[in-house]
């Protein structure tokens, strides 16, 4: 993980602390140090930490700079034990080192003391709710979402550093995954070791994949992409031939003398173009900018939007996964961050969008395993507002795990997971899906509906399933056993379940969330309405018409009861009714009275039109707040209860 973490932590500009209380000499030490650490050469800066925390000195700037320094090179053991010291030494830290220490206590497996600090992480950043109690739940879920994968390293893998698999097709229906390496260690020169990890420079590399799925050995991508700095993180066109990839922008040698400032060190996220089979045509984008960095880009489906990483002004944490809409020409808009049902103070990236626009992404600033974990959000209009689900084992594991890809049930990951290693490098792997995570996300309503005094099935019952805002999901019917079945409902929503059955009263039913399987069963009521002149119905039905605030139109809720009053037309084929619609006395009386009146012929033509019940057996009006049944007049304070009571309609039988 130490390239990945290298390409994602360069985004952070680290702000120098003052420096308090120690001797010159320390003093001397540790500010070369911090010049060291704010242009990312943590290798470098490590060792003079070392020395002057060897010496004695104590400081929380100290720990705190050798934790960072460790934990960002995915090396946690030695993470844990300078993070130690700082919280020994004291418990007034930021909220994001409450993070950083349980993340890597979890990657070296002391997870009591992990989930203790991440529960307290949790509170500090107002995280606990209804939908999160404690670390232990959180377990106790990721547990439940596990065992879902078949995994295995790749044959491509090398002994240095390779991660983030991009799928790109081409005309003669063959498949290439192409990947950033650092190549075999053995290897290399020199001159391309970095400071940051000790480790080569990325390239590209891309291999062939044949039908039986055999990797062919790789070879570094043709064209301009490959420079001396790193390149990574390729994703393509539909048609293979544009790329995007992420590349830290190189100077000259007479550049480097010139800027000497931190901010020259950046990603930046290009555009190539696949020219005679060679990539060229490099365009710098301009979600590009001074003072920060772009990273990890991902396509949509329609390719009509970018996703990408990047530490932005408008970022909530360390990196923020954000999207760009792509014009037609090929120029992007500016730059939205997806919100904060992904993002959190902690770092998100390598963001991957499904055909259905689900997003994968690995952070880890949500609960996880330990380091990063993937993590699986669906979305509705590329409104990432549902519930978040970590992946499970054997994908997360207490290592990083990172740059998850996947279609039709097959993938890859990039992970530093050690399996017998000696070291932690990075290595892909492909895997098999053998169970969709989308039955993590859905349940199934079912149940039967009978009759109360018989105990027998209602076949042809109408059964509709409502969301809390009075929305309709599905509406479905009863077979001859009274048995029905809704299936692939959100598991994390609550519904209301309602019951119609002609010559039945109908019947509600509550349905909480987080339930896989829901079975509410119904007990209908035979009804012996025989209506009579002067009757109100909806009082006898105990029907209720809501209408939006200052809205005449009929509500979904609001057409399931006045089914039941066509059902009860069609009964009584004899029967008129007159449709008398009231307001509450909010309002000025002369507006309400226009209100009402709207709202009685959108009721009426509502029961004419799609109950095909004849004009001629209905009449009506609106009243206004001129008959109210409670003293609830002009300028006395009620409460909305006793309001509503007035907001109603009436369904009175006449002759």
């Known amino acids: 993980m130490k ?19 120690q001797n010159e000499k320390e003093a001397k030490k540790l500010k070369e140090a911090n010049k060291i650490f704010v242009k990312f050469a943590y290798i470098d800066a490590i060792k003079v930490y070392l020395e002057v925390a060897e010496s004695g000195y104590q400081s929380q700037e100290l720990f705190q700079r050798l934790g960072d320094s460790y934990y960002f090179n995915a090396n946690y053991l030695e993470a844990v034990k300078w993070y130690d010291k700082l919280f020994l030494l004291t418990d007034d830290n930021l909220s994001i080192y409450f993070l950083r220490y349980s993340q890597s206590l979890k990657a070296t497996g002391e997870n009591e003391l992990a989930n203790i600090l991440f529960d307290q992480y949790a509170e500090k950043e107002g995280l606990v709710d209804d939908d999160f109690k404690t670390a232990e739940d959180y377990l106790l879920i990721i547990e439940n979402n596990s065992n879902r994968y078949l995994m295995e390293p790749l044959s491509i893998n090398t002994d240095g550093v390779d991660f983030g698999v991009g799928i790109q097709n081409s005309d003669s229906n063959n498949k290439k995954i192409i990947f950033a390496s650092t190549g075999a260690q053995t290897k290399l020169s020199k001159n391309k070791i970095e400071a940051w990890t000790g480790l ?75 020219i005679d089979g060679v990539w060229t045509n490099i365009e710098d984008l301009s979600i590009n900018g001074t003072g920060y960095s772009t990273a990890h880009p991902m396509l949509n489906a329609a390719e009509d939007k970018l996703f990408f990483v990047s530490n932005m002004p408008q ?62 959000i669906a979305s509705k209009d590329n409104n990432f507002s549902g519930n978040l689900l970590n992946v499970g084992k054997p994908i997360n594991s207490s290592f990083d795990d990172f740059a998850f890809v996947i279609n039709n049930g097959k993938g890859y990951v990039s992970s530093n997971r050690k399996e017998g290693k000696e070291k932690e490098n990075d290595n892909i792997y492909s895997f098999v ?17 009978i009759d109360e005094n018989t105990q027998l099935p209602l076949a042809s019952t109408i059964i509709s399933v409502l969301n809390l805002n ?120 002369s507006y309400n009275m226009r209100l009402s009146q709207k709202r009685n012929k959108a009721t ?47 369904f009175i039988v006449v002759d």
């Open 470 to 589: 009075n929305e309709d999901i599905a509406i479905v019917k009863t077979n001859n056993s009274g048995y029905y079945e809704v299936k692939e409902v959100d598991r994390f929503q609550d519904y209301v379940i309602k019951s119609l059955k002609r010559n039945y009263d109908g019947a509600d039913a509550f349905s909480g969330k987080n339930e896989k399987d829901r079975e509410v069963n119904f007990e209908l009521t035979r009804n012996t309405f025989e209506p009579k002149n002067g009757d109100d119905i909806a009082k006898v039905l105990n029907i209720i018409i809501y209408f939006n605030l200052d809205k005449s139109s009929i509500r979904k809720d609001a057409q399931l009861e006045l089914e039941k009053i066509i059902v009860v037309l069609k009964q009584n084929p004899d029967m008129n009714i007159d449709v008398r619609s009231h307001t509450d006395s909010r309002a000025e009386d």
């Open 315 to 376: 970022s909530f944490g360390q990196t923020d996964i954000f999207m760009a809409d792509i014009n037609p020409d090929g120029t992007l808009e500016a730059p939205v961050n997806v919100g904060t049902k992904v993002n959190t103070k902690g770092r998100e990236s390598f963001p991957y969008l499904t055909d259905e626009n689900a997003l994968y992404f690995s952070s880890d600033g949500h609960f996880g395993l330990g380091g990063y974990d993937v993590f699986y």
């Open 604 to 650: 009426i033509r509502y029961i004419v039109k799609k109950g095909g019940i004849s004009p001629d057996r209905l009449t009506g009006r609106g009243y206004g707040e001129t008959e109210l049944i409670n003293n609830c007049r002009n300028n006395v304070d009620c409460s909305e209860e006793f309001h509503q009571e007035n907001r109603r309609s009436e």
């Open 200 to 274: 080569a420079y990325l390239d590209l590399y891309e291999a062939n994949i044949d039908k039986s799925g055999i990797i062919s050995d790789p070879i570094k991508l043709k064209g301009d992409i490959n420079t001396d700095g790193h390149e990574s993180s390729a994703i393509f066109t539909e048609n293979g031939k544009t790329m995007y990839f992420t590349r830290n922008n190189v100077l000259s040698r007479k550049e480097k003398r010139k800027e000497k400032r931190v901010k020259s060190v950046q990603l930046k996220i290009y555009r190539a173009h696949l």
């Open 433 to 449: 899906e053998t169970k969709p995570i989308k039955e993590l996300t859905t349940s199934k309503i079912h149940g039967v509906v």
């Open 3 to 21: 390239h990945v973490v290298k390409l994602l932590l360069i985004f952070l500009l680290f702000n120098v602390l003052s420096i308090y209380g």
